[in-house]
């Protein structure tokens, strides 16, 4: 079973930045995927950016030079430093790791991010 545990999240005014992190824990385990998924109201759960091991990334049009994803595999954490926040940034952000050994996949609580224009 892996835990994770997020934090970063905030209300920031419209261009400023903030920094999520989400930390994994557990017992013996092989992360492969870490990435971070936001909720906006009456809205679905969508990709924000992604980072594979190697490290690849995979980032939302919309958030495309203004969002940068990375990863420190000695501490299985992932970082989401924002950017130049926007009022349409605004909703939960969800932390999720996909585990290679065992296979699993895991979701963090989420954390809000308010961007006020």
């Known amino acids: 079973q892996v835990q994770l545990v997020e934090s970063g999240g905030g209300l920031v005014q419209a261009g400023g930045s903030l920094r999520l992190s989400c930390a994994a824990s557990?017992?013996?385990?092989?992360?492969?995927?870490m990435g971070w998924y936001r909720q906006a109201p009456g809205k679905q759960r969508e990709l924000v950016a992604r980072i594979g091991r190697g490290p690849s990334t995979e980032y939302a049009d919309s958030v495309k030079g203004r969002f940068t994803i990375s990863r420190d595999n000695t501490k299985n954490t992932v970082y989401l430093q924002m950017n130049s926040l926007k009022p349409e940034d605004t909703g939960v952000y969800y932390c999720?790791?996909?585990?290679?050994?065992?296979?699993?996949?895991?979701w963090g609580q989420g954390t809000q991010v308010t961007v006020s224009s």
């Open positions: 999720n790791v996909i585990v290679a050994m065992p296979l699993g996949v895991y």
């Open positions: 557990g017992s013996a385990f092989s992360i492969n995927v």
